[in-house]
């Protein structure tokens, strides 16, 4: 039988892999609240559930390990991006001009927030005359900001609740990636 460590490792190799306690709940057939009762100590779960939950992130850890691309691989380096000020109008304009369906808003190194079309095109159905409003008025959460060396699998992780994530070296960024820039890559599983 093989030793389990302890049931601290659970959390922080969930973490790690940025696993929500909700994501793992649903993978193993859980409860969230197991999953966080467990975490904080409160239950001492049967050896088995044990077992299962920690061999589950094993498994996933197992998997990011495995694979050879990274953030720098297959992002987009040219990023079209709107500043703060920008009208919603100008927005749609980028986003047919290059066809994309999000873009960062961004200005001296600082990220604002985002722009999704999804959401444009709530507010324009609603009210026509938005189009002409700075961004600021609709803009959303800022994409999330990774290394240039993070590896792909982490990123699709990132890429199920963000339409993008950005690249950064240093204190520039240097590129975005989406689920388009995923789907080019013909590892991905």
Known sequence: MKNLPPLSEIKRLRKKLN??????????KLTQST???????????????????FEYLEEQRNKRKKS??????????????I?????????????????ISQLPII????????LT??????????????????????????FPEIDKNWNVNDISDLLLQY?????RENNDYIGII???????INNIK
Not at 86 to 95: D, F, H, K, T
């Open 19 to 28: 696993i929500s306690q909700k994501d793992l709940a649903l993978k193993l």
């Open 117 to 142: 079309s999804k959401k444009i095109q709530k507010y324009i159905t609603d009210n026509p005359e938005i189009i002409n409003a700075d961004v600021s008025l609709i803009k959303e959460l800022p």
């Open 68 to 81: 050879k691309k990274y953030a720098k691989d297959i992002m987009t380096n040219n990023i079209k991006l």
């Open 163 to 167: 339409s993008a994530v950005l690249v």
């Open 83 to 99: 500043k703060p000020n920008s009208s919603i109008r100008e927005a749609v304009e980028l986003m047919n001009e290059y066809g």
């Open 107 to 114: 200005e001296n190194k600082y990220n604002y927030g985002s």
């Open 178 to 184: 989406t689920d388009s820039d995923l789907l080019r």
């Open 35 to 53: 999953i966080s009762r467990i975490e904080s100590g409160l239950i001492d779960p049967p050896y088995t559930k044990f077992k299962m939950i």
